[in-house]
C-alpha cells in the first residue's frame, strides 16, 4: 500500500504515452493510407502528401514528453521511486488531458488531414491553405499538452 | 471501423475525378462541329477513340469497373448497379428462345449473373439456375411470352422485378449514394410507367402490377392517376419529393429523361466532400455513367447534325463542374 503512489503516477505516464500514440498510430495509418492513394495516381504530390500525413503523429510524441518528465519526477529514471498516494494521483490526474486529448485530437485531425488531400489532389497549389486545417486541431492538442506540463512540473514542487 | 473508411480508394477516386468531363470540357465538345472534332477532343482527354465509338464506351466503361476492382475487394457492394444488365440479359434471352433466333450481340457481359448461366437457364427452362429472386419473374415472363406472343408483357414483369431488386438492393445498402441512387431509379422509372401507361391506355390492373413500391412515391395513388390524366399524375407528383418533375414532363419526354438523370447527379454531389466511405465510389460509378449517356447522346446528335441547343438541352448535369 505504501507504493501505491508510484502506482497511479506510473499509471499517469502509461497513459500519456499509451492513449496519444494509440490516436497517432490510428490517425497516421489512415493518413498514409490515403496519401498512398494520392502518390499511386500522381507521385510527384509524395513530398506535400507526407507533410500531411505526418501530422496527426504529434500527438503521440506529446504524450511521450509527459510520459518522459513523470517518469523523471516520480524517481523511475533514476532517483528514489517514493511518493505519497495523493501525490501519485495528483500526476495521473495531470496526465489525463494529453492522454485523452492526444487520442482524439489525433484522429480528428488524421479526418482533417484525408480531407485536405483530397483538396491537394484537385488543386496543388494550395498546398498552404491545405495544410491550415489539419493544423487547426492541433491547437487542441498543444493546450492539453502546456496542461499536462504545467501540472506535472508543479506537483513535483509540492510537498503532500 | 477502419476498414469501411476507404480513405486509400476514395484518395484516388478523388485524383480520378479530375478525368471526368467537366462544364468546360463539354462546352468544347458541343461546341465542336463534327463527330470527329468530338472525337479527337475526347481522345486528348485519354479516351480511345482509335477502334471506334462502340469500342470506346465499351473501354471506358471497362476502365472503370477495372479501377473499381482494384479499389474494392468485393465488388457485390456494387451490384445495385448491375441489376439492369442482368434483367436485360434475360429479356434478351427469354426473347430469342421464343423467337428462335440467335442474337449474341445483345448481351451485356457485365451483370451479376454469368450471361452464359442466364442463357443455360432459358434454353433448359431451369430456372433454378437463376438467383432466388429472378426465378419466379424469369419464369413468369417466358410463360406469358410463349402463351400470349405479347413481348410488352414479357417486359413489364422483367422491367417490374428488375425495378423490385434495384429497391432492395439499395435498402440492403449502407452506402447513402447506392441508397439514394436505388430509390430516385425507382422512382423515376415509375413516373415514366405512369406516364407511359396513360398514353398507351393500359388498364389499372396491368399498370398496379407494373409500378415497383417505392417509400418517396404513392404507387397506388400514381397508378389511378395514370388511368385518368396527365393532371392527375402532376397532382399525385406535386404533394411528393418529385414536384420538380411536372415541368419536365409537361416539356417533352427527353426533358424528363434528363431530369431524372440530374436527380440522382444533385443527390450524390455531396459526396465530392466527403473523404471516407464507399460514397465517393458509387458515386464516381454513377458520374461516369452519366458522362458516357451525355457524350453518347451527345455523338449521336453531331453524327445527325443536330444544332448546338438541342444538343445542350439534353445534356446531363456534372458531377464535377
Known amino acids: ?160 | 471501423m477502419a476498414k469501411n473508411l476507404y480513405p486509400y480508394a476514395v484518395a484516388r477516386i478523388r485524383s480520378k475525378e479530375l478525368s471526368l468531363l467537366n462544364s468546360s470540357m463539354m462546352d468544347q465538345l458541343i461546341g465542336a462541329k463534327t463527330e470527329e472534332d468530338c472525337l479527337n477532343l475526347l481522345a486528348g482527354k485519354g479516351w480511345d477513340t482509335e477502334s471506334g465509338v462502340d469500342k470506346m464506351f465499351a473501354s471506358e466503361q471497362k476502365k472503370t469497373w477495372d479501377l473499381l476492382s482494384e479499389l474494392v475487394s468485393d465488388l457485390s457492394v456494387f451490384n445495385v448497379f448491375l441489376l439492369k444488365n442482368d434483367y436485360h440479359n434475360l429479356k434478351a434471352a427469354i426473347k430469342l428462345r421464343c423467337t428462335n433466333t440467335s442474337m449474341p450481340s445483345v448481351y451485356i457481359l457485365n451483370g451479376t449473373v454469368p450471361v452464359e448461366k442466364i442463357q443455360a437457364a432459358v434454353e433448359k427452362s431451369q430456372w433454378d439456375l437463376l438467383p432466388e429472386e429472378m426465378q419466379s419473374p424469369a419464369q413468369e415472363a417466358f410463360e406469358a411470352l410463349l402463351h400470349t406472343r405479347d413481348g410488352q408483357l414479357c417486359d413489364f414483369i422483367l422491367d417490374k422485378a428488375c425495378l423490385c431488386a434495384i429497391e432492395k438492393a439499395g435498402k440492403a445498402s449502407d452506402t447513402e449514394a447506392i441508397r439514394e441512387y436505388a430509390e430516385r431509379t425507382v422512382a423515376a422509372a415509375d413516373i415514366k410507367i405512369a406516364v407511359r401507361a396513360l398514353h398507351t391506355g393500359k388498364p389499372l390492373s396491368l399498370i398496379e402490377s407494373s409500378l415497383a413500391p417505392c417509400d418517396s412515391l404513392d404507387t397506388d395513388r400514381l397508378a389511378k392517376a395514370a388511368t385518368q390524366s396527365e393532371e392527375a399524375i402532376f397532382d399525385v407528383l406535386s404533394t411528393s419529393r418529385y414536384a420538380d418533375a411536372i415541368d419536365s414532363l409537361r416539356e417533352s419526354p427527353s426533358a424528363f429523361e434528363s431530369w431524372c438523370d440530374n436527380l440522382i447527379i444533385r443527390k450524390i454531389r455531396k459526396e465530392l466532400y466527403n473523404p471516407f466511405t464507399l460514397g465517393p465510389l458509387a458515386a464516381f460509378l454513377i458520374a461516369k455513367e452519366t458522362e458516357l449517356k451525355s457524350v453518347r447522346i451527345l455523338l449521336s446528335g453531331k453524327r445527325n447534325g443536330m444544332p448546338e441547343d438541342f444538343i445542350r438541352q439534353r445534356m446531363r448535369e456534372l458531377y464535377v463542374v
Open chain 1, 1 to 160: 500500500m505504501e507504493n501505491l503512489g508510484v502506482v497511479f503516477a506510473l499509471l499517469g505516464a502509461a497513459l500519456a504515452a499509451l492513449l496519444a500514440g494509440t490516436g497517432s498510430a490510428i490517425g497516421v495509418g489512415r493518413t498514409g493510407q490515403a496519401a498512398a492513394g494520392i502518390v499511386t495516381e500522381d507521385p510527384s504530390k509524395f513530398g506535400k502528401v507526407l507533410i500531411l500525413e505526418l501530422l496527426p503523429g504529434t500527438q503521440g510524441i506529446y504524450g511521450l514528453i509527459i510520459a518522459f518528465l513523470t517518469l523523471s519526477n516520480i524517481g523511475i529514471l533514476g532517483g528514489n521511486p517514493n511518493i505519497s498516494i495523493a501525490k501519485g494521483l495528483l500526476y495521473l490526474m495531470a496526465c489525463l488531458p494529453i492522454a485523452i486529448v492526444g487520442l482524439f485530437s489525433a484522429i480528428s485531425q488524421a479526418n482533417a488531414s484525408v480531407s485536405s488531400m483530397g483538396l491537394l489532389s484537385k488543386r496543388p497549389d494550395q498546398f498552404g491553405k491545405s495544410m491550415i486545417f489539419p493544423i487547426m486541431v492541433e491547437t487542441y492538442a498543444i493546450l492539453a499538452l502546456l496542461v499536462s506540463i504545467l501540472s506535472v512540473n508543479a506537483i513535483n514542487g509540492m510537498n503532500i
